[in-house]
């Protein structure tokens, strides 16, 4: 019987050495690319821009919700009870707003102002007690109407004005077919804007940084081993 010559049987061994190395090439790339996008996952699921946010969104029962949704997105979903919510996530997906939605997105663009973002979180935070502190939302004067108005009166599709006075007080009004449906007066103070206290504030804008500079590492060494096996040699 013939026997096959020498280069033939070792030809066959380096190409059975190139299929392992390939296939141990594309299961440790797979591997990677799944513990990357868990990681991602679990990140995106647990980074918020304050531990108010954070405490929020355990109390509401959204956290889940929450873990689905894109980096720089602003959009609603139902909450507790029914309630409609907004939520805004900025570039690295970290979420950075949840409330009522109170005003129409696109005044936001053309108004930009702290109103916004304090009083639908105010307002949230006002009908569910997620602050065990609320004497903070006494200063908010109501003109017409009361917290309940501004959580279930529609007012994103009514017309709305807002107004600076003298840098001391900002008036919040809405209107439907001419009759002011709720008037809100609330001091340009930076903690009661802030929904929070001054300490708790600096103390989160850290924590935020510290988080960013963790992404941004964790991002570099995920790209590490895909970038040395595609220039890996066989």
């Not at 006075?165 to 439907?176: A, E, G, H």
């Not at 989160?204 to 500079?213: A, P």
């Amino acid at each position: 019987m013939e026997q096959p010559a020498d280069h033939d049987v070792i030809s066959r061994h380096e190409a059975q050495g190139v299929a392992v190395r390939n296939m141990d090439i594309k299961l440790r790339t797979v591997g990677m690319l799944w513990l990357m996008a868990i990681g991602v996952m679990t990140i995106n699921a647990q980074t918020f821009m304050s531990a108010k946010l954070e405490r929020a969104a355990e109390m509401l029962g959204i956290s889940r919700q929450l873990a689905d949704t894109s980096a720089d997105q602003a959009v609603t979903m139902p909450g507790k009870n029914g309630q409609l919510l907004c939520v805004r996530t900025n570039k690295e997906g970290v979420v950075e707003h949840i409330g009522i939605p109170l005003f129409k997105p696109e005044m936001r663009v053309l108004m930009p102002s702290p109103v916004y973002d304090f009083l639908e979180f105010a307002t949230l935070n006002k009908i569910y007690k997620l602050n065990p502190n609320q004497l903070y939302l006494n200063k908010v004067m109501f003109k017409t109407g009361n917290w309940a108005t501004l959580a279930k009166s529609g007012l994103p599709d009514m017309e709305c004005a807002i107004s600076n006075q003298d840098d001391k007080l900002y008036i919040v009004t809405w209107q439907r077919d001419g009759q002011t449906v709720a008037e809100v007066g609330i001091p340009i103070e930076y903690e009661l804007l802030g929904n929070d206290t001054r300490r708790h504030m600096e103390r989160d804008f850290i924590q935020h940084l510290e988080n960013h500079g963790h992404l941004e590492t964790m991002n570099r060494e995920k790209c590490k081993p895909t970038q040395e096996l595609s220039q890996r040699k066989i």
